[in-house]
């Protein structure tokens, strides 16, 4: 049981590229959500999804994207990279609308 | 819109030394959830809240949910060096079906041997 696997752990980006952030889970969670954390802030919440086929945003989702194709998978895409992404960005996944979160390791994104 | 404020936002204290570390929010919501932190680390979870008058205790540490008060502490009792750490809630937004999660913005802890 890996629980929230996200890769890579750290990457750095040029000005305008895109990428992907990958995301999966072994332990059946139906949410799903990606955060990003900023020095001194709180965890700010990119999009999320309840279930396979069901994304929503949170409250900073401009220039993210996310499907959620299986149960297992939450890839978030940066469409073109912008310096004020650069953060650390988390994946969590729970059980149900009443549990923890559970959190992958996080990745540490650079735009440049 | 849900605020939720964590103060202190810093706290150096010595081994052995008791205290507490509090959570405000701004609209109703009974659902209040306690993470711990460490440098470079991910999240981990400590407590789930889920009614009013909740209490959960775990070794060194015990959180409360008053949701009248729109309130939640976590208390941490004979501090020792391992509990060192930054510590968040975050809260339920009642506005949202999926119970989405606002966060406070985290309380550093330092405990001195």
């Known amino acids: 049981n890996a629980g ?6 750290f990457q750095v980006l040029k000005t305008g590229q895109s990428m ?3 995301c999966a ?5 139906e949410y799903m959500s990606w955060y990003r954390q900023d020095p001194g ?4 919440l990119i999009h999320y ?64 | 819109e849900l605020k939720v404020e964590q103060n202190p936002l810093f706290l150096s ?9 509090y959570c405000n929010y701004s609209t109703t919501s009974d659902r209040l959830y306690w993470y711990r932190q460490d440098p470079g680390k991910s999240l981990e ?14 070794g060194r540490l015990m959180a409360s949910l008053d949701t009248k008060a729109r309130l939640s502490t976590l208390h941490i009792t004979a501090a020792v060096h391992d509990l060192s750490a930054t510590y968040f809630c975050a809260v339920a937004n009642p506005s949202d079906s999926n119970y989405q999660l606002i966060w406070g913005a985290g309380t550093k802890l330092i405990i001195k041997p």
């Not at chain 1, 889970?25 to 969670?29: G, L, T, V, Y």
């Not at chain 1, 802030?41 to 700010?44: A, H, K, P, S, V």
């Open chain 1, 4 to 9: 929230v696997t996200q890769t890579p752990k």
């Open chain 1, 20 to 22: 992907t952030l990958q």
């Open chain 1, 25 to 29: 889970q072994d332990m059946n969670h």
């Open chain 1, 41 to 44: 802030m709180g965890l700010r």
């Open chain 1, 49 to 112: 999804s309840v279930g396979a086929g069901i994304t929503d945003q949170g409250e900073v989702p401009n220039g993210y994207n996310v499907s959620r194709s299986t149960t297992e998978d939450f890839p978030l895409r940066l469409l073109s990279a912008a310096p004020s992404q650069t953060s650390v960005y988390f994946c969590a996944s729970k059980l149900g609308k009443n549990y923890g979160y559970t959190f992958g390791s996080g990745t540490r994104l650079t735009v440049v």
């Open chain 2, 13 to 21: 204290m010595q081994e052995g030394k008791n205290y507490t570390i």
């Open chain 2, 45 to 58: 979870s400590l407590f789930v809240l889920l009614s009013n008058g909740a209490v959960k205790q775990e």
